[in-house]
């Protein structure tokens, strides 16, 4: 994930300055409607990208998962948050 989300637009976001007027409020926006989008954008073509690796280049599909280990080691493992039905190993609530 930090491939795909961390190390893009998204970082520039986070490196500015924090607003001393609304930090924390979330009645305000913090990001803008391009932000989102830039950050949106980048994040879908880079997972887009993995996929088809993992899929025709197992090789090198590998070899991104072990350098993007690096900078998750640290990171929490990821928690399921929604149980889809139809996809194979899902209770069938």
Known sequence: MALAFRNGPI?????GKVCPTYDGDP???????EE?????KAAVDHLY?????K???TAAYDALLSF???YTRAWDEPVLTKVIKGISGSSSK
Not at 11 to 15: I, K, N, R
Not at 27 to 33: D, F, P
Not at 49 to 53: A, F, I, N, R, V
């Open 68 to 70: 993007g280990e690096k």
């Open 55 to 57: 899929e025709n280049d």
């Open 11 to 15: 970082e520039d976001v986070h490196a």
């Open 49 to 53: 990208t993995y996929l088809l690796l």
């Open 27 to 33: 009645e305000y926006s913090h990001i803008t409607q």
């Open 36 to 40: 989102m989008r830039l950050i949106m």
